[in-house]
C-alpha cells in the first residue's frame, strides 16, 4: 500500500480511518509520523473553548488613533532614523580580530561614528497612564554589519522605578555553541565601552549602571565573544546601532 | 484573518510601512481581538489588557520603519510586541511585589502558553464559516459528527468533509508559523 495522503490521515484523525489505512500507519514510520502532527493538531483543538477569543472594547481604537499623532517633542524614533548603520567590512573585522590590539577600535567603528546615524531621542511616554508608563530615552535601529540589513532595534528606556534599562530585540542574531554574544555601548571615539552582558534571546533587557552616560556611549554593539576566557571585546561586532544623545 | 503571505497581506505590509493609517486601522481590525485575548489571559485583567492592546499597536505604529515585510508577516511581528509589552507589564508587577525573579521565571512560559491557544484560536476564526463552526462545535464542545449534522442541518458526509479540510490547513498553517517564529 502506498502512503497515505493529508485527507487519510485526517480521516484517522476524526476517528474515520479505514481498517487498510490503519492497518499501513501501525506498521509505516512515515505515516505515522504525519497521522502524528494530525493528532497533535486535535489535541491541540481540544484544549480550546469559545472563551479563548475575547474582543476588545469598542473604544479602544478611539484611544489608538488619538494617540497616533505624534507630539513635537516625541517624535517617533524611527521616523528620523535611517536604518543603516555603516558597516565596517567583514575582512577588516576579521583582522581586527586577529590583531586584537587597542587601535582596532579605529578602524572598527571609525565609520559608525563618522557616519553615525543618529537614531530618534526624545522623550516619547508610552502607554496610557496609570503605574505602566515608561520613558524612552533614546533608541536605535540595529543594523546587521555583514549585510547591513535592519537586525532589530536597541532602546534606552525608565522603567517607572526610575531604573535605566537598554532593551535589545533583535531577531536575527544566530546563537552559536562555541562563543556568546555581548552587549556593549562604546563612545563614539572608539575608545572606551562599556559592557551590559550577554545576549540571551531576541528580547534581552540590561540594566543601565548609574553612572553610564549614553551621551558618552551612544553606540549599541553587539559582538561575538569566542569562550577564551579573554574579558575585551573580541573586535568581532556583528550588529550596530547608533543612540543619539 | 487574512495576513500573511497572501497578496493581500503583503500589500497591507507595504501600506502600514509607508505609514498609511488606513492599513493600521484594517490590522488592528484583523489582530486586536488575537491581541487583546493574548493581553486578558495573561495579565488576568481586562483593564491590563486594554493598556497592553494600545501600547502595542502604538509601539507597532510608532516602529513601523523597523519591520522589514520580507521576513515574516505583520500578525507575527504585532504578536512579537504584544509579548514583549505583557512580559513588560508583568514584570512591573513582579517589581512591586518585590519578587521579581521568581514570578517572572514563572510568567514567561505562561504567556507563550496562552499564545499558541489564542494564536490557534484564531487560526480557526479563519477558516470561516462554516468550518470554524464545526471544528469549535467538535473539539470546543465535544460534540459528535452525528450531532454536529442534526445542529447545523447538514449531511454527515459534508460535516466530515469540512473537518478533513479543517484538520489540513490547520496543521499546515501551524507548521509554517512554528518555522516562521
Known amino acids: 500500500m502506498s502512503h497515505l495522503d493529508d485527507d487519510a490521515l485526517a480521516s484517522i484523525a476524526i476517528g474515520d480511518g479505514t481498517p487498510d489505512e490503519l492497518e499501513h500507519v501501525a506498521t509505516c514510520p512515515e505515516c505515522a509520523a504525519e497521522l502524528a502532527s494530525f493528532t497533535a493538531m486535535t489535541a491541540r483543538l481540544g484544549a480550546l473553548d469559545s472563551e479563548v477569543l475575547a474582543q476588545p472594547p469598542a473604544e479602544l481604537w478611539q484611544a489608538i488613533s488619538s494617540d497616533l499623532t505624534p507630539h513635537p517633542d516625541s517624535e517617533p524614533a524611527q521616523e528620523r532614523a535611517v536604518p543603516v548603520a555603516p558597516a565596517d567590512d567583514l575582512a577588516t573585522r576579521r583582522n581586527a580580530r586577529r590583531a586584537r590590539t587597542g587601535a582596532r577600535w579605529w578602524t572598527l567603528g571609525a565609520a559608525a561614528a563618522a557616519g553615525a546615524v543618529i537614531g530618534g531621542v526624545g522623550v516619547a511616554a508610552l502607554g496610557s497612564g496609570d503605574d505602566q508608563v515608561r520613558s524612552v530615552l533614546a533608541s536605535s535601529a540595529l543594523t546587521d554589519l555583514a549585510t547591513e540589513q535592519p537586525a532589530g532595534e536597541a532602546t534606552v528606556e525608565v522603567l517607572d522605578d526610575g531604573q535605566r534599562v537598554l532593551v535589545v530585540d533583535t531577531s536575527d542574531v544566530v546563537q552559536r555553541d562555541d562563543a556568546y554574544l555581548e552587549v556593549w555601548l562604546i563612545d563614539e571615539q572608539i575608545e572606551g565601552m562599556v559592557s551590559l552582558g550577554h545576549l540571551t534571546g531576541d528580547h534581552t533587557v540590561f540594566t543601565l549602571p548609574d553612572g553610564v552616560d549614553i551621551a558618552q556611549f551612544p553606540i549599541v554593539d553587539i559582538s561575538i565573544e569566542p569562550v577564551d576566557g579573554v574579558p575585551t571585546h573580541s573586535g568581532d561586532s556583528i550588529t550596530r546601532g547608533v543612540l543619539g544623545t | ?181
Not at chain 2, 521576513?71 to 509579548?83: E, N, T
Open chain 2, 1 to 181: 484573518m487574512t495576513l500573511g503571505t497572501s497578496a493581500h497581506g503583503r500589500a497591507l505590509a507595504r501600506a502600514f510601512v509607508e505609514g498609511d493609517e488606513r492599513a493600521l486601522e484594517e490590522l488592528y481590525r484583523d489582530v486586536s481581538s488575537l491581541v487583546y485575548s493574548l493581553a486578558a489571559r495573561a495579565l488576568e485583567s481586562t483593564a491590563d489588557a486594554e493598556d497592553v492592546t494600545q501600547q502595542t499597536f502604538v509601539s507597532a505604529w510608532r516602529g513601523r520603519a523597523s519591520y522589514d515585510p520580507d521576513r515574516g508577516d505583520l500578525r507575527g511581528w504585532v504578536v512579537s510586541i504584544a509579548k514583549r509589552r505583557i512580559a513588560d507589564a508583568l514584570a512591573a508587577r513582579a517589581r512591586e511585589a518585590r519578587r521579581e525573579q521568581a514570578v517572572q521565571g514563572i510568567h514567561v512560559t505562561t504567556v507563550d502558553e496562552h499564545a499558541d491557544k489564542v494564536l490557534l484560536a484564531c487560526e480557526v476564526e479563519a477558516l470561516g464559516d462554516p468550518r470554524a463552526t464545526i471544528v469549535a462545535l467538535a473539539y470546543y464542545e465535544g460534540a459528535t459528527h452525528e450531532q454536529i449534522a442534526q445542529r447545523l442541518g447538514m449531511p454527515l458526509g459534508t460535516v466530515k468533509s469540512h473537518l478533513r479540510r479543517s484538520l489540513i490547513e490547520l496543521r499546515n498553517r501551524w507548521e509554517v508559523s512554528d518555522v516562521a517564529s
